[in-house]
């Protein structure tokens, strides 16, 4: 791909009813400017015409190698993409992959393709767990595929349970992460369970209003789904956010206020290999929380007071142990006194953790923001920055310099 050309995706349809899902994909791919053919299997067809795959792809579609003979597409597709993502890979087709078959366009298409693949599985629970398909899914990633988590949740029927197709937006966010860095999601992190918080604490005022914050909770479900991905055991303890899917193999813990968060945070992290606190935490909270929607007419103009809440991080790196790896966030504006870094190297020693992250927030930076950028600052004393990009591009970066520490 010359940096001028749209990156070129392949989407891989199998047969089951996620199909339809595929189409929320396929629509955002291009929507943000990527090419994408779409190569379902035939049995895809079934639960989606090829002609909405057409219309939505401005490609042809086709499932066996036998159209368009003189294009050898079945070697062609594979070898010019710079991304092969399927959506969803049922068991057969992750069966199909892990065995080398190649009696379909799509299972040709794997066979020859030399950029990234990526295949997110949807099924019922129990053949997720069969141990066929665990056997297919382990000989895959050990091949460097990258097969997702699936998530957990209502499946075709009434039934709930492990094997729901990720959330479309999750699905376009990774892989557009692949597409920008192909190593971003190696099975490094098998062994850890981390805990993240996300999210801005609200703090309620009276029945109507609260104290709160901008934070959207991207950038800390960013780094829940990235660690997933990784393999990771990830707990994440989520205050209020804008509207985000759940990250798909992540448990979720809900959090209101800081002192829930606070509560919730003590509660996951004793035992965990790493502690991210990427929350926003309101630093105060009224003293008391009146009961009835205060008026403006009310003779006392400040009728509930502030005090201070805990800190939790610092609690946190007070109450850690056995080689704990905690990492804390920054959003800083330079002032009079500091600047943004200075600000950061300061928060790092105050608060005693591993890691800090400092964003630079502002002039439509950091906060209700897709991208985001900022710098990585070590106790050890090293800083680097973290370029420009999505908010799980960051996590990959943040994750690729946790995980040595966990090591040590
Ligand atoms: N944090 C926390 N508990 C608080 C406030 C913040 O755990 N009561 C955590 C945040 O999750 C973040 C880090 O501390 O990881 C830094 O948050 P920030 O609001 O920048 O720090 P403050 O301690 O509030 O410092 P200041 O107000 O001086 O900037």
Known sequence: ?????????????????????????????????????????????????????????GQPVHTQVFADVS????????????????????????????????????????????????????????????????????????????????????????????????????????????????????????????????????????PVRYLGNRSSGKQGYALARAAAQRGARVTLVAAHTVALPEP?????????????????????SPGADVVVMAAAVADFRPVTRVEYKIKKTDRDPDPVGLTRNPDILAELVAARAGGQVIVGFAAETGDGAADVLEHGRAKLKRKGCDLLVVNAVGEGRA???????????????????????????MASEIWDAVVPLTQK
């Not at 193999?249 to 945070?265: K, N």
């Open 1 to 57: 791909m010359t940096p001028t050309e749209a990156p070129r995706v392949v989407l891989g349809v199998g047969g089951g009813i996620a199909a339809y899902k595929a189409c929320e994909v396929l629509r955002q791919l291009t929507e943000s400017g990527h090419s994408v053919r779409v190569v379902p299997t035939a049995a895809a067809l079934n639960f989606v015409g090829a002609a909405t795959f057409e219309a939505l792809s």
């Open 71 to 206: 294009e050898v597409p079945h070697v062609r597709i594979g070898q010019e993409a710079d991304l092969v993502l399927v959506v969803p890979a049922t068991a057969d087709l992750l069966a199909r992959a892990a065995h080398g078959l190649a009696d379909d366009l799509l299972t040709n298409t794997l066979l020859t393709a030399r950029c990234p693949v990526m295949l997110v599985p949807a099924m019922h629970t129990e053949m997720w767990e069969h141990a066929a398909t665990r056997d297919n899914v382990a000989t895959l990633r050990s091949r460097g595929v990258v097969v997702t988590e699936p998530a957990s949740g209502r499946l075709t029927g009434k039934d709930t349970g492990k094997g729901r197709l990720a959330d479309p937006a999750e699905i376009v966010d990774l892989a557009r992460l692949l597409l920008a860095r192909p190593d971003a999601l190696p099975r490094d992190m098998t062994a850890l369970h981390v805990v993240v918080s996300a999210g801005g604490t609200r703090e309620p005022l009276d």
């Open 248 to 268: 798909a193999g992540v448990d979720v813990v809900r959090a209101g206020t800081a002192l829930e968060l606070r509560d919730a945070m003590h509660a996951v």
């Open 367 to 393: 906060f209700e923001t897709e991208d985001n950028a900022g710098w990585l600052l070590s106790s050890d004393g090293s800083e680097r920055p973290i370029a420009l990009g999505s908010k799980v591009h």
